[in-house]
């Protein structure tokens, strides 16, 4: 049983030893081990210090970005309305362009039908007129001494004329 129970001696020796390696860790370890463990801990608080104002500043960009889009969206509408209501626009000036010339092209297709039209009036009164010297002309060649041979004439007369 020796080796489970520890001898008096070795217990002293074992406590000796363990009180200067104490006391040499707490003059030369301890205090570099502490401030190295101080320094990693402000290291970390800084870390997180500086992640947590990352995280703010994320947060304030994605607010600003969402702000920026929402004008963006603003100004893409108001940009629609405006080429919307500038094309209806056109479209309206367009239409009155057109019924203006439409309009135009009536009135001067009427003109020149009035024109033609009265051309040929007086195309068909120049004939008639002609017509009518002819007929005059023939009656006076021809000796007539009564009325009813005049008007068998002009009957004979009207019959041979061909109106076009």
């Known amino acids: 049983m020796d080796l489970i129970s520890p001898d008096l001696g070795l217990i002293i020796w074992q406590t000796i030893g363990f009180a200067i390696l104490f006391i040499i860790l707490a003059k030369y370890a301890w205090k570099p081990i502490l401030s190295a463990l101080e320094e990693r801990e402000g290291t970390i608080e800084t870390a997180l210090l500086s992640a947590e104002q990352a995280r703010k500043e994320m947060a304030s960009l994605v ?4 702000k920026i889009l929402q004008e963006a969206r603003i100004e893409r509408d108001e940009i629609l309305k405006s080429a919307n209501e500038y094309a209806a626009k056109i479209m309206e000036e367009a239409t009155a ?60 007369f009207v019959k041979e004329i061909k109106l076009n």
Do not use: F, G, Y
């Open 63 to 66: 607010a600003e970005n969402e």
């Open 97 to 156: 362009a057109a019924s203006q010339v439409e309009a135009k092209m009536i009135a001067e297709a009427k003109a020149q039908i009035q024109t033609e039209k009265e051309a040929a009036l007086t195309d068909v009164k120049i004939q008639v007129a002609e017509m009518s010297l002819l007929i005059a002309e023939k009656l006076m060649r021809q000796k007539l001494s009564a009325e009813p041979e005049q008007k068998k004439l002009v009957e004979e």
